[in-house]
C-alpha cells in the first residue's frame, strides 16, 4: 500500500510540475535560442573614440544566469575564470570593432544553440555595461555613442533594416 502511495505522490508531482513549466526546465535543459539578427552601430565618436569590447555570453547553467545578472559582479575581470571554472556551461564569443562601424553579430552565434541567458557585455571607457537579448525573436540593435550605449529589440511588425556584414569574432574571453 505505501508503494503504491509514493508511486501516486510521484505522479502528481511530475504532473503538477509539468503544468508549471518547471518540469521542463529540470529535465530538458535550456531552450533552443531565437533571437534573430543582431546589429552593432557604433557612431563615429563611440567609446571616447577608441575601439569597444563586445562579449556575447551564452549561459548553458541557471546558478550561473543568476550570478551574471547582479551588476556587482563585472564580466570583464571575472569572465575568464568563471569560463575556467564551468567549462561548457559558459560560451564566450569577443568582439572589437571600432568607431564609426555598423555590423551584425554572425547568425551562428545563435542557430541551433541552447542556452537559459544570452548576455551582451560591453566594455567602455566609462564602465561595463551589460544587457540581455535571448528574448529578442525578431533581433535588436545594439547603438554604441559617447553618451554610453541604447540596447533595443526590434519592434514586432517592423521591417528589419538591411543586415550589415558579420562581426569577425573569437571564441573565448
Same mark, same amino acid.
Given at each position: 500500500?505505501?508503494?503504491? +502511495?509514493?508511486? $501516486?505522490? #510521484?505522479?502528481? @508531482?511530475?504532473?503538477?510540475?509539468?503544468?508549471?513549466?518547471?518540469?521542463?526546465?529540470?529535465?530538458?535543459?535550456?531552450?533552443?535560442?531565437?533571437?534573430?539578427?543582431?546589429?552593432?552601430?557604433?557612431?563615429?565618436?563611440?567609446?571616447?573614440?577608441?575601439?569597444? !569590447? @563586445?562579449? !556575447?555570453?551564452? !549561459?548553458?547553467?541557471? %546558478?550561473?544566469?543568476?550570478?551574471?545578472?547582479?551588476?556587482?559582479? *563585472?564580466? =570583464?575581470?571575472?569572465?575568464?575564470?568563471?569560463?575556467?571554472?564551468?567549462?561548457?556551461?559558459? +560560451?564566450?564569443?569577443?568582439?572589437?570593432?571600432?568607431? #564609426?562601424?555598423?555590423?551584425?553579430?554572425?547568425?551562428? $552565434?545563435?542557430?541551433?544553440?541552447?542556452?537559459? /541567458?544570452? =548576455?551582451?557585455? #560591453?566594455?567602455?571607457?566609462?564602465?561595463?555595461?551589460?544587457?540581455?537579448?535571448?528574448?529578442? *525573436?525578431?533581433?535588436?540593435?545594439?547603438?554604441?555613442?559617447?553618451?554610453?550605449?541604447?540596447? /533595443?529589440?526590434?519592434? *514586432?511588425?517592423? %521591417?528589419?533594416?538591411?543586415?550589415?556584414?558579420?562581426?569577425?569574432?573569437?571564441?573565448?574571453?
Amino acid at each position: 500500500m505505501k508503494r503504491l +502511495q509514493s508511486h $501516486f505522490y #510521484a505522479v502528481g @508531482l511530475a504532473l503538477a510540475l509539468s503544468g508549471c513549466g518547471l518540469y521542463g526546465q529540470l529535465f530538458s535543459g535550456p531552450p533552443k535560442l531565437d533571437v534573430g539578427d543582431v546589429r552593432i552601430v557604433a557612431e563615429p565618436d563611440a567609446n571616447r573614440n577608441s575601439p569597444v !569590447v @563586445l562579449d !556575447v555570453v551564452l !549561459v548553458a547553467d541557471s %546558478a550561473l544566469e543568476q550570478r551574471l545578472m547582479g551588476p556587482e559582479n *563585472k564580466w =570583464f575581470p571575472n569572465g575568464p575564470a568563471l569560463v575556467a571554472s564551468y567549462p561548457g556551461a559558459l +560560451q564566450v564569443h569577443r568582439c572589437e570593432f571600432p568607431p #564609426a562601424s555598423e555590423m551584425a553579430l554572425p547568425a551562428e $552565434f545563435f542557430d541551433g544553440q541552447n542556452a537559459w /541567458a544570452v =548576455f551582451v557585455f #560591453a566594455g567602455l571607457a566609462d564602465g561595463e555595461r551589460r544587457a540581455r537579448i535571448e528574448g529578442w *525573436k525578431q533581433g535588436g540593435l545594439i547603438t554604441i555613442s559617447s553618451q554610453g550605449w541604447r540596447v /533595443a529589440p526590434q519592434e *514586432k511588425g517592423q %521591417a528589419p533594416p538591411k543586415s550589415p556584414s558579420a562581426m569577425h569574432c573569437s571564441n573565448a574571453a
